[in-house]
């Protein structure tokens, strides 16, 4: 596969790692935070630990829409669904978040309630089209990459004046998170970011120059593929060791300063920012979210229908706050890989197949047991 | 939700959609986030909509870069190896 | 007088009813015109509710499978052709010679009859070419909307091979993993079909019956310790469920297992991992270390391996764990598919 296939080689790989082994001070440690839950799954999938200096590592970032969706809100979308008799469409990620009673979009699901799979907004519009007298809620999630396309879906709807449509909107802003790690007051010991490669392609390098400046640690926005990554931690221990904060793109093919204008604009006339919002494991973030600006309130499941946000606090023995946070690592959480496990996720960090710990328990729990 | 893969654009069709080719596997997406897609771009497509058209001339740049550095750092390596 | 006119059964236009399984005079047209005609052999042609089978020459064994894919026709195959040969297969990795087959239907009211015509020709030319025939069978019907179309359920029955003792619990430490051909097939020809992808030229099943190509790789190498076909779940859960009954833990090469192009983009783009992807036409052969050139000779020497391949060694664990050496070149487990595999969009 074209431009995927050559940013996986393992040759380029070994290159890279020695670069990197040659660059790294072998008397200090760096310790890089990969924001984007797609890094994250990158990094287990392809054992790139294995290829990184000893001294060098990554802590987990809370890049993971779906590990930052609080309980009460998976909750809506199962009330929408139950008690609306809504068809309620959601990306595949979601279905097995654990919510309250027990319940998961799936388990409800195979209870009965009528709960759909899409790949994109396109196949949710579809389902509204094809069951007009069927209310259809789109359970919209995902950071600034996934925004757009619900944008379109909300307009689209508008201009064919469907009235059976509307979403759940959990849009949330990577900005607005990489502040709340880096101001937390116990905060982790950081030396610079991952950048995440496609929300960058949509809000472009400049929204992170920031982050850099305010705080002094720099930013390597690195592309998808295992050798983008590599190149960003290289590049990354190149600042650190110059003493340089400033924002770099390893990920030049796809992410300029300005971004994708077109796109930004769509969500610009679509929604508009919420004071603040409830992260899982984050808490209440000012600015950290989008609802639907006014003109568009008729598809808003949340105007539309009552079904009012309760709060759920997570389970006392799930450490999915810290972990998020990179205070603490998916093995240090007490009951990872025992109580907890994919097949039976406590927190949402083992549900998404880009959290931390299911990451780690998929990919590279073999080098606890090692050890 | 960052899974995104490049693909090229094999087709234009009516309504701001277009067809995508990864290796012989054809699918449907939408352009309405791009502008000025022409067959024989290439595009990162996710959730089903293009996000951006791949910079080519970017892409074979980085890779000659990782090659580049590849090359000094094993080329480094085998030297200090040499040395008696 | 007149003969009895009898009016035949409408294939081409006529839908499955209650009555047809109601154990009356439009079920027996119903397999008389339908299943029999098809399927004809000796057993069947006796009429009985069983049938009496020749004395076996040694151990005998047992498989049986449910089969309720969905859609039922799909590039490659059909719910037919992949009940015939996802028995026969279960029966062979066992290091058994199939026989004979049992196949028992539900069918739901109101499935066209000609859909159903072409289901049980293509299991007639599934079980032909593979020289193991239907012996008996059961039909239900069931209430539209419990049951999607068609499930069909075979058993098959067959000979242990002499000297041969294949086993999920014999890999050890030092034996190699084998592959018997590229991998994720018959799982993304479904998933397409689903998915609306398109293609210049379409993900075909791999469905295959593969008695054959076992006969052989045992007459070369008949102390193979293990055979299994990594149907569900793909090599991944094979391979898991294999270190698991052993006791072993395994590395494997990602570079040594082969995906066809279409298939690796398919997953690609649905946000699926080929290694967990159902096959129904390989086969993971554990071997003594020093019969592998053996081993991948016989099946390179058959149409069905001819893309086989060392992909990698069993060594002791006591976690049991899959390792895999990443095409980057870092280590990841392989681990267990926690449930149905959901595409990421992430």
Redesign the interface.
């Known amino acids: ?4 296939d ?14 990197m ?2 660059d790294a001070n072998p008397e200090r440690e760096y310790r890089f935070m990969e924001f ?4 994250t ?1 990158a990094i ?8 990184l200096p000893p001294n060098v590592q990554m802590i987990h970032g809370p ?4 590990c930052v969706l609080p309980i009460g809100r998976i909750d809506q979308a199962i009330r929408l669904a139950r008690e609306q008799g809504a068809i309620l469409a959601t ?3 979601t ?2 978040v654990p919510a309250s009673q027990r319940l998961t979009l799936l388990r409800a699901k195979a209870q009965g309630a009528d709960i759909r ?1 899409v ?5 949710a519009l579809n389902i509204a089209r094809a069951n007009p007298e069927r209310e259809v809620v789109f359970l919209a ?3 600034e ?2 925004t ?2 619900t944008a ?1 879906a909300v307009l689209t709807a508008a201009a064919l004046n469907l009235r059976n449509f509307s979403i759940l909107c959990n849009h949330v802003l990577t900005p607005a998170a990489m502040h709340a790690i880096l101001s937390a007051p116990q905060g982790v010991p950081l030396d610079g970011f991952v950048g ?4 960058s ?2 809000i472009g390098s400049a929204p992170y120059e920031p982050f850099a400046d305010d705080y002094g640690k720099p930013v390597v926005i690195a ?2 593929e ?3 990554v590599m ?1 960003a931690v ?1 590049m990354l221990i190149g600042q650190v060791n110059d003493g340089r904060a400033v924002v770099e793109n ?1 990920f ?4 300029t300063r300005t971004g ?1 204008l ?2 930004q604009a ?1 969500v610009a006339e679509v929604f508009e920012l919420r004071e603040s919002f409830e992260w899982r494991g984050l808490g209440t973030i000012p600015a950290s979210a989008l609802r639907l600006r006014a003109p568009f309130a008729q598809f808003d499941a949340e105007r539309r229908f009552t079904v009012p946000y309760k709060a759920v606090a997570d389970n006392k023995a799930c450490a999915c706050g810290e972990i998020l946070r990179g205070e603490k690592r998916p093995q240090d959480c007490k009951i990872f890989g025992t109580v907890c ?3 039976n996720p406590i927190g949402s960090c083992m549900v ?3 959290g931390a710990c299911a990451a780690h ?6 080098r606890e ?1 090692a050890a | 939700m960052c899974l995104a893969i490049p693909a090229i654009v094999v087709e234009l069709r009516d309504g701001d959609n277009a067809v995508v080719d990864l290796d012989g596997v054809r699918k449907e997406i939408s352009l309405a986030l791009v502008d000025g897609i022409a067959v024989g771009d290439y595009v990162i497509i996710h959730v089903g909509f293009a996000l951006q058209r791949l910079n080519v001339d970017e892409a074979e740049r980085t890779l000659s870069l990782f090659r580049q550095l590849g090359s000094e750092a094993l080329g480094a390596a085998s030297t200090v190896g040499a040395r008696p | 007088m007149k003969a009895q006119y009898a009016r035949p059964l409408d294939v081409k236009h006529g839908h499955v009813d209650l009555s047809h399984g109601s154990g009356g005079r439009a079920m027996a047209q119903l397999i008389e015109e339908l299943f029999a005609r098809e399927l004809s052999n000796d057993f069947l042609a006796q009429g009985d509710d069983g049938a009496r089978l020749a004395d076996p020459r040694g151990r005998l064994v047992m498989a049986t499978d449910a089969h309720v894919v969905s859609p039922l026709f799909f590039p490659g195959g059909d719910i037919g052709c992949l009940s015939v040969h996802g028995t026969i297969n279960d029966v062979a990795v066992m290091g058994a010679t199939p026989l004979y087959l049992a196949a028992s239907f539900i069918l739901e009211e109101g499935y066209p009859l000609a859909e159903l015509a072409r289901i049980v020709a293509s299991m007639a030319r599934a079980a032909r070419a593979a020289r193991v025939p239907v012996v008996t069978g059961d039909t239900k019907v069931v209430e539209r909307g419990k049951a999607d179309g068609v499930f069909i359920t075979t058993t098959g029955v067959g000979v242990l091979r002499e000297g041969i003792d294949c086993s999920g619990a014999r890999a050890r430490p030092g034996d190699a993993i084998l592959l018997s051909g590229t991998i994720g097939e018959h799982g993304m020809a479904i998933m397409s079909l689903r998915e609306n992808l398109a293609f210049d030229a379409p993900i075909v099943s791999d469905t295959a019956a593969l008695h054959e190509l076992i006969g052989a790789l045992l007459d070369a190498v008949p102390q193979l310790r293990t055979m299994r076909d990594p149907t569900r779940g793909g090599v991944a859960t094979t391979l898991n469920e294999i270190a698991r009954q052993s006791g072993v833990g395994m590395l494997i090469d990602e570079a040594a297992i082969r995906v066809l192009p279409p298939v690796e983009a398919a997953c690609e783009l649905l946000g699926l991992d080929p290694l967990y992807v159902a096959n129904e036409g390989k086969l993971i052969v554990i071997c003594p270390p020093e019969h592998v050139d053996a081993a991948l000779a016989a099946l390179h020497a058959h149409p069905l391996g001819l893309a086989a391949s060392l992909i990698g060694y069993v060594h002791a664990d006591a976690r049991h764990f899959v390792q895999m050496q990443t095409r980057l070149g870092g280590r990841r487990i392989v681990d267990w598919l926690s449930s149905e595999q959901l595409p990421r969009i992430c």
Do not use: Q
């Not at chain 1, 030049?252 to 992410?255: L, P, W």
């Not at chain 1, 328990?361 to 073999?366: D, K, M, Q, V």
């Open positions: 596969m074209k431009y995927i050559e940013f996986r080689s393992g040759e380029l790989a070994a290159g890279l790692a020695a670069a082994r040659r984007c839950g797609g890094h799954h287990s999938r392809y054992g790139i630990a294995d290829l890049g993971c829409p779906v990306y595949g990620d279905l097995r799979m790949y994109s907004t396109s196949d999630i995902g950071f990459t996934t757009p396309p379109v995440p490669a496609h929300v392609t949509v592309g998808f295992p050798l983008d190149r290289h390893e030049t093919r796809a992410v994708n077109r796109a769509l496990t994919p097949e998404s197949s880009e328990y998929t990919f590279g729990r073999f047991a």
